[in-house]
Protein backbone atom coordinates (compact mmCIF):
# COMPACT_ATOMS: atom_id res chain seq x y z
CA UNK A 1 0.00 0.00 0.00
CA UNK A 2 1.36 3.50 -0.78
CA UNK A 3 3.01 4.80 2.48
CA UNK A 4 3.25 8.53 1.98
CA UNK A 5 1.32 11.19 3.43
CA UNK A 6 0.13 14.81 2.94
CA UNK A 7 2.03 16.52 5.70
CA UNK A 8 1.02 20.17 7.26
CA UNK A 9 3.96 22.51 7.91
CA UNK A 10 5.98 22.22 10.96
CA UNK A 11 5.96 24.64 13.63
CA UNK A 12 9.92 25.23 13.15
CA UNK A 13 10.96 26.81 10.07
CA UNK A 14 13.68 24.94 7.66
CA UNK A 15 17.21 25.18 8.34
CA UNK A 16 20.21 24.31 6.34
CA UNK A 17 22.56 21.13 7.00
CA UNK A 18 24.84 22.70 8.86
CA UNK A 19 22.12 24.10 11.30
CA UNK A 20 20.36 21.37 11.85
CA UNK A 21 20.97 18.51 14.23
CA UNK A 22 17.80 16.36 12.96
CA UNK A 23 18.94 16.64 9.41
CA UNK A 24 20.73 13.55 9.04
CA UNK A 25 17.33 11.39 10.19
CA UNK A 26 14.70 14.34 7.88
CA UNK A 27 13.34 12.87 4.84
CA UNK A 28 15.04 13.81 1.67
CA UNK A 29 12.74 15.76 0.17
CA UNK A 30 9.97 17.50 1.95
CA UNK A 31 6.88 18.95 -0.96
CA UNK A 32 4.00 21.37 0.20
CA UNK A 33 1.40 22.82 -1.71
CA UNK A 34 3.24 22.67 -4.82
CA UNK A 35 1.72 24.37 -8.23
CA UNK A 36 2.76 25.17 -11.31
CA UNK A 37 0.54 27.01 -13.22
CA UNK A 38 1.74 29.08 -16.51
CA UNK A 39 -0.15 30.87 -19.70
CA UNK A 40 -1.46 29.92 -22.52
CA UNK A 41 -3.27 30.91 -25.91
CA UNK A 42 -6.52 30.31 -24.03
CA UNK A 43 -5.52 31.09 -20.32
CA UNK A 44 -3.56 29.97 -17.37
CA UNK A 45 -2.71 26.30 -17.52
CA UNK A 46 -2.73 24.21 -14.45
CA UNK A 47 0.05 21.29 -15.07
CA UNK A 48 0.38 20.84 -10.96
CA UNK A 49 -2.17 21.69 -8.53
CA UNK A 50 -1.41 21.54 -4.72
CA UNK A 51 1.14 18.30 -4.61
CA UNK A 52 2.03 17.09 -0.66
CA UNK A 53 4.87 14.41 -0.73
CA UNK A 54 7.23 13.34 1.64
CA UNK A 55 10.05 10.68 0.65
CA UNK A 56 12.25 9.27 3.48
CA UNK A 57 15.82 9.06 3.49
CA UNK A 58 17.31 5.51 1.33
CA UNK A 59 13.55 4.90 0.06
CA UNK A 60 12.64 4.77 -3.71
CA UNK A 61 9.51 6.30 -4.87
CA UNK A 62 7.84 5.73 -8.69
CA UNK A 63 5.80 8.76 -9.57
CA UNK A 64 3.69 7.35 -12.92
CA UNK A 65 0.83 8.60 -14.76
CA UNK A 66 0.04 9.19 -18.30
CA UNK A 67 2.13 11.32 -20.83
CA UNK A 68 1.04 15.32 -20.12
CA UNK A 69 0.21 13.75 -16.73
CA UNK A 70 2.95 16.09 -15.05
CA UNK A 71 5.30 14.07 -13.56
CA UNK A 72 8.40 14.99 -15.24
CA UNK A 73 7.26 18.71 -14.45
CA UNK A 74 6.86 17.31 -11.00
CA UNK A 75 10.64 15.96 -10.90
CA UNK A 76 12.19 19.35 -12.30
CA UNK A 77 10.38 21.32 -9.48
CA UNK A 78 11.62 18.37 -7.35
CA UNK A 79 15.63 19.73 -8.11
CA UNK A 80 15.10 22.97 -8.47
CA UNK A 81 15.19 22.84 -12.15
CA UNK A 82 11.96 24.81 -12.55
CA UNK A 83 10.50 27.20 -10.31
CA UNK A 84 7.05 26.84 -8.53
CA UNK A 85 3.90 28.90 -8.83
CA UNK A 86 3.50 28.48 -5.15
CA UNK A 87 4.59 26.07 -2.72
CA UNK A 88 7.91 24.84 -1.53
CA UNK A 89 9.88 21.94 -1.70
CA UNK A 90 12.91 20.80 0.81
CA UNK A 91 16.11 18.72 -0.43
CA UNK A 92 18.48 17.89 1.75
CA UNK A 93 17.11 20.10 4.61
CA UNK A 94 16.73 23.67 2.32
CA UNK A 95 13.95 25.02 0.95
CA UNK A 96 15.36 25.39 -2.59
CA UNK A 97 13.34 28.40 -3.49
CA UNK A 98 14.36 30.60 -0.49
CA UNK A 99 17.81 30.34 -2.49
CA UNK A 100 18.53 32.18 -5.67
CA UNK A 101 19.30 30.04 -8.94
CA UNK A 102 23.38 30.25 -8.26
CA UNK A 103 22.67 28.32 -4.94
CA UNK A 104 19.90 26.15 -5.97
CA UNK A 105 22.32 24.82 -8.74
CA UNK A 106 25.13 24.40 -5.84
CA UNK A 107 22.54 22.97 -3.44
CA UNK A 108 21.82 20.39 -6.62
CA UNK A 109 25.42 19.30 -7.03
CA UNK A 110 26.27 19.05 -3.94
CA UNK A 111 23.49 16.56 -3.36
CA UNK A 112 21.42 15.16 -6.34
CA UNK A 113 22.68 12.97 -9.32
CA UNK A 114 20.39 12.45 -12.51
CA UNK A 115 19.86 9.58 -15.21
CA UNK A 116 17.52 10.62 -18.08
CA UNK A 117 15.66 8.84 -20.93
CA UNK A 118 18.49 10.51 -23.95
CA UNK A 119 21.03 9.54 -21.57
CA UNK A 120 23.03 13.14 -21.97
CA UNK A 121 26.65 12.08 -22.77
CA UNK A 122 28.88 14.96 -24.19
CA UNK A 123 29.34 13.25 -27.85
CA UNK A 124 33.11 14.40 -28.01
CA UNK A 125 34.26 12.76 -24.71
CA UNK A 126 35.29 9.02 -24.08
CA UNK A 127 32.95 6.98 -21.87
CA UNK A 128 35.67 7.47 -18.75
CA UNK A 129 35.96 11.40 -19.69
CA UNK A 130 31.94 12.11 -19.01
CA UNK A 131 32.24 9.80 -16.12
CA UNK A 132 35.21 12.13 -14.59
CA UNK A 133 33.99 15.38 -15.39
CA UNK A 134 31.22 16.24 -12.16
CA UNK A 135 34.33 14.85 -10.14
CA UNK A 136 36.63 17.31 -11.96
CA UNK A 137 34.35 19.99 -11.60
CA UNK A 138 34.52 19.50 -7.77
CA UNK A 139 38.21 19.16 -8.03
CA UNK A 140 38.44 15.32 -7.65
CA UNK A 141 41.98 14.42 -7.66
CA UNK A 142 41.10 10.98 -8.20
CA UNK A 143 38.56 11.44 -10.47
CA UNK A 144 40.04 8.90 -12.95
CA UNK A 145 40.48 6.11 -11.05
CA UNK A 146 37.08 6.35 -9.43
CA UNK A 147 35.40 6.36 -12.91
CA UNK A 148 37.42 3.77 -13.81
CA UNK A 149 36.34 1.56 -11.05
CA UNK A 150 32.55 2.50 -11.23
CA UNK A 151 32.94 1.86 -15.63
CA UNK A 152 33.91 -1.67 -14.51
CA UNK A 153 30.55 -1.72 -11.70
CA UNK A 154 28.79 -1.30 -14.75
CA UNK A 155 30.53 -3.89 -16.83
CA UNK A 156 31.93 -1.01 -19.09
CA UNK A 157 35.71 -1.84 -18.39
CA UNK A 158 36.76 -2.76 -22.15
CA UNK A 159 34.76 0.41 -23.18
CA UNK A 160 36.48 3.03 -20.65
CA UNK A 161 37.75 5.43 -24.28
CA UNK A 162 34.58 4.69 -26.27
CA UNK A 163 32.75 7.57 -27.61
CA UNK A 164 28.76 8.16 -26.79
CA UNK A 165 28.76 7.00 -30.92
CA UNK A 166 30.50 3.83 -30.27
CA UNK A 167 28.04 2.50 -27.53
CA UNK A 168 24.97 1.09 -28.08
CA UNK A 169 21.82 2.52 -26.09
CA UNK A 170 22.77 0.16 -22.92
CA UNK A 171 25.57 0.84 -22.68
CA UNK A 172 25.60 4.56 -23.16
CA UNK A 173 22.64 4.48 -20.07
CA UNK A 174 25.36 2.28 -18.21
CA UNK A 175 27.82 5.01 -18.69
CA UNK A 176 25.01 7.67 -17.61
CA UNK A 177 24.68 5.32 -14.00
CA UNK A 178 27.88 5.53 -13.30
CA UNK A 179 28.40 9.20 -14.29
CA UNK A 180 25.17 9.40 -11.36
CA UNK A 181 25.84 7.00 -8.64
CA UNK A 182 30.03 7.86 -8.78
CA UNK A 183 29.47 10.62 -7.15
CA UNK A 184 27.39 9.25 -4.90
CA UNK A 185 24.52 11.47 -4.51
CA UNK A 186 22.16 11.85 -1.38
CA UNK A 187 19.28 11.28 -4.17
CA UNK A 188 19.21 9.88 -7.64
CA UNK A 189 16.39 11.40 -10.13
CA UNK A 190 15.68 8.95 -12.85
CA UNK A 191 13.49 10.64 -15.72
CA UNK A 192 11.91 7.69 -17.55
CA UNK A 193 15.49 6.23 -17.74
CA UNK A 194 14.75 2.97 -20.26
CA UNK A 195 12.41 5.19 -22.78
CA UNK A 196 14.62 4.91 -25.45
CA UNK A 197 16.00 1.25 -24.72
CA UNK A 198 14.42 -2.11 -26.37
CA UNK A 199 12.65 -3.93 -23.53
CA UNK A 200 15.51 -6.94 -22.38
CA UNK A 201 18.04 -3.60 -22.17
CA UNK A 202 15.69 -1.96 -20.35
CA UNK A 203 15.07 -4.60 -17.65
CA UNK A 204 19.13 -5.12 -17.18
CA UNK A 205 19.76 -1.19 -16.97
CA UNK A 206 16.79 -0.87 -14.54
CA UNK A 207 18.55 -4.58 -12.34
CA UNK A 208 21.99 -2.49 -12.41
CA UNK A 209 20.10 1.30 -10.79
CA UNK A 210 18.66 -0.88 -8.27
CA UNK A 211 21.60 -2.85 -6.95
CA UNK A 212 23.69 0.26 -7.17
CA UNK A 213 20.64 2.20 -4.98
CA UNK A 214 20.73 -0.45 -2.46
CA UNK A 215 24.72 -0.68 -2.24
CA UNK A 216 25.27 3.18 -2.26
CA UNK A 217 21.71 4.06 -0.14
CA UNK A 218 20.95 6.89 -2.44
CA UNK A 219 17.13 8.17 -1.88
CA UNK A 220 15.82 6.84 -5.54
CA UNK A 221 13.23 9.14 -7.25
CA UNK A 222 11.82 7.78 -10.71
CA UNK A 223 9.51 8.88 -13.37
CA UNK A 224 8.22 6.27 -15.23
CA UNK A 225 4.89 5.03 -17.29
CA UNK A 226 6.13 1.34 -17.01
CA UNK A 227 3.91 -0.25 -14.13
CA UNK A 228 6.41 -2.90 -13.59
CA UNK A 229 9.25 -0.70 -12.94
CA UNK A 230 7.26 1.41 -10.86
CA UNK A 231 6.54 -1.87 -8.65
CA UNK A 232 10.07 -2.27 -7.94
CA UNK A 233 10.22 0.99 -5.79
CA UNK A 234 9.29 1.00 -2.65
CA UNK A 235 6.99 3.92 -2.67
CA UNK A 236 4.28 4.55 -5.53
CA UNK A 237 2.64 7.94 -6.55
CA UNK A 238 0.29 8.81 -9.77
CA UNK A 239 0.08 11.85 -11.20
CA UNK A 240 -2.98 12.59 -13.14
CA UNK A 241 -3.86 16.29 -14.71
CA UNK A 242 -1.85 17.56 -12.35
CA UNK A 243 -3.00 16.14 -9.34
CA UNK A 244 -2.00 13.59 -7.30
CA UNK A 245 -4.38 11.05 -7.23
CA UNK A 246 -2.74 7.84 -5.01
Known amino acids: MFAFMTI ?18 APAIVV ?49 LDVPSHGEVLLGGRNLFDLDEDARAAHRAAHVGFVFQNFQLIAHL ?24 MLERVGLGQRLNHRPVLLSGGEQQRVALARAFVMRPDILMADEPTGSLDHA ?45 S
Open 201 to 245: TGLAVMDLMFELNREIGTTLVLVTHDEKIAQRCAHRIRIQAGRLV
Open 126 to 149: SAIENVMLPMELRGDRLARSKAQA
Open 8 to 25: TAPSHPATSPADSSDNAT
Open 32 to 80: RGLSKVVDDVGGPLTILDGIDLSVPRGDSLAIVGASGSGKSTLLALLAG
